[in-house]
């Protein structure tokens, strides 16, 4: 059993800066590929970054060049930096756990419940 918390959303400006981080309790972190989604309202989720337990990560074409997915296997906790946030980027992040085909099918093991970030001036 793993357990998931996110942590780190809130309200920022147009173009600010942001990071979120999922820590992950309850198994062997390093085993799992971890990886971010986000919900917008009336919007299915969607994948944002996914990250190998070898550390290959993979990205939207919307958040590519803007945001960047890393995990730290020391501390069970994977980040996701986000640059230049836009409106565009208003959405509850989740953090998922799973096999590196689960987790960019959707289809992982394990969710976190979800950190609400909002960019607006």
């Known amino acids: 059993q793993v357990q998931l918390v996110e942590s780190g959303g809130g309200l920022v400006q147009p173009g600010g800066s942001l990071r979120l981080s999922c820590a992950a309790s309850?198994?062997?972190?390093?085993?799992?590929?971890m990886g971010w989604y986000r919900q917008a309202p009336g919007k299915q989720r969607e994948l944002v970054a996914a990250i190998s337990r070898g550390g290959t990560s993979r990205y939207a074409d919307s958040v590519k060049g803007r945001f960047t997915i890393s995990r730290d296997n020391a501390k069970n906790t994977v980040y996701l930096q986000m640059n230049s946030l836009k409106p565009e980027d208003t959405a509850v992040y989740y953090c998922n756990a799973g096999s590196y085909h689960t987790v960019v099918a959707g289809r992982p093991d394990y969710w976190g419940q979800g950190t609400q970030v909002t960019v607006s001036s």
């Open positions: 309850g198994s062997i972190f390093s085993t799992y590929a």
